[in-house]
Every structure is written in structure tokens, then in C-alpha cells.
């Protein structure tokens, strides 16, 4: 098993490890399902879009486990932007895919809808580590 998979300590409060977390999980798999619909994009698309749409996608849950791996919650808090940051990021993307007819209206909603609830997500759990 992973050294990631411990539960994780900050200021002497016993956390979840971040693979149980609702959002880690449904970023997770997000990012699955960013990396199939992307197989279908057109071949010029290779090295920019898919690409970006990737990397922005995968960059949510390796953040959330980045910060969840730091010492103290000021620092989680942190990574917890930039994965929120990389969601809005994914959203913009999807928004481009479907108007350059990449993906269909309902593959967008689908996603869309998905990452919107992860941006929530982690708006929540950034004001829980505030406190």
C-alpha cells in the first residue's frame, strides 16, 4: 500500500486519508473519464487541447493528495486552490471542446456538471481547514 494512504495529521486532529475523500474520489474518477472522451478528439488536438484538458484534470486530485501530504493545514489549504483553480480550468476546456463539436452537449453536461460539483467539494473543504 501506498505511504499516501495514511491518515493524515495536522495540529494533533486525526484526518481522513485523502483517498477517502468524496472529492478526491470523484476527481479521480473525472480524470478517467477526461482521459477516454479525449481518445476521440481530433488528431490535431493531440498536443493542445487533450493535452491541457489532461494535465488540468489530473491536476486536481495531484494536488489534493500533494497538500494532504504537507505539514500543517495553511499548506493543504493551498494545494486545495490550485486543485480548485485546475477544475475551473477543466470547465473552461469542456466549454471549447463542445463548441469546436470535440464532444456532444451531453458529454459536456456530464462533465461539467461533475466538475462543478468538485469545485463545491473543495470549497468546502478549504473553508474546513480554515477553522
Known amino acids: 500500500m501506498c505511504s499516501c494512504s495514511v491518515l493524515v495529521l495536522w495540529e494533533g486532529i486525526e484526518m481522513k ?3 477517502d475523500l468524496d472529492v478526491f474520489k470523484l476527481a479521480h474518477q473525472l480524470a478517467l473519464k477526461t482521459y477516454s ?3 476521440a478528439f481530433p488528431r490535431e488536438e493531440t498536443f493542445s487541447l487533450v493535452d491541457q484538458m489532461r494535465r488540468a484534470a489530473t491536476s486536481v486530485g495531484m494536488n489534493l ?3 494532504a501530504m504537507r505539514l500543517g493545514s495553511r499548506e493543504y489549504r493551498q494545494f486545495v486552490g ?3 483553480g485546475s477544475a475551473g480550468e477543466v470547465c473552461y476546456q469542456l466549454l ?3 463548441d469546436l463539436k470535440s464532444i456532444s452537449n451531453e458529454t ?3 462533465l461539467r456538471s461533475g466538475y462543478d460539483r468538485v469545485i463545491q467539494m473543495l470549497s468546502r473543504l478549504s473553508q474546513s481547514l480554515n477553522r
Open 108 to 110: 459536456y453536461q456530464e
Open 17 to 19: 486519508s485523502v483517498e
Open 96 to 98: 471549447l471542446a463542445k
Open 65 to 67: 493528495m500533494e497538500g
Open 37 to 39: 472522451t479525449t481518445k
Open 82 to 84: 490550485i486543485a480548485r
